[in-house]
């Protein structure tokens, strides 16, 4: 999860992930190699999405439809999902012994 916001006021709480730099270089290097049919997943995993995974299933299985290519990258390139905390968040640690 990623925090953005004031530590004094309203926090906005995504489902962004970070995704590891082999997972990310293999992704543009397939993508490169299949002539940009895995962009898609590519993007996705470069926008650290959390369901980078499934983005990649789908245009991997689906993408030689240009249907389901289209999915996959209006997927990729879709806003992260956000919530957003009306208070101050707290984290309590138990007391040192």
Do not use: D, E
Not at 16 to 25: D, K, S, T, W
């Amino acid at each position: 999860m990623t925090y953005y916001g004031h530590p004094h006021g309203p926090q906005i709480v995504t489902n962004q992930r970070h995704v590891g730099g082999g997972v990310l270089a293999f992704a543009w290097i397939l993508a490169i190699f299949t002539a940009l049919y895995m962009l898609p997943w590519a993007i996705a995993a470069s926008r650290g999405k959390a369901n980078h995974g499934a983005i990649g299933v789908i245009n991997f299985l689906l993408g030689w439809s240009i249907i389901g290519w289209i999915v996959a990258l209006v997927m990729s390139c879709g806003a992260h999902q956000t919530v957003a905390t009306a208070n101050q968040t707290y984290i309590v640690t138990p007391p040192y012994q």
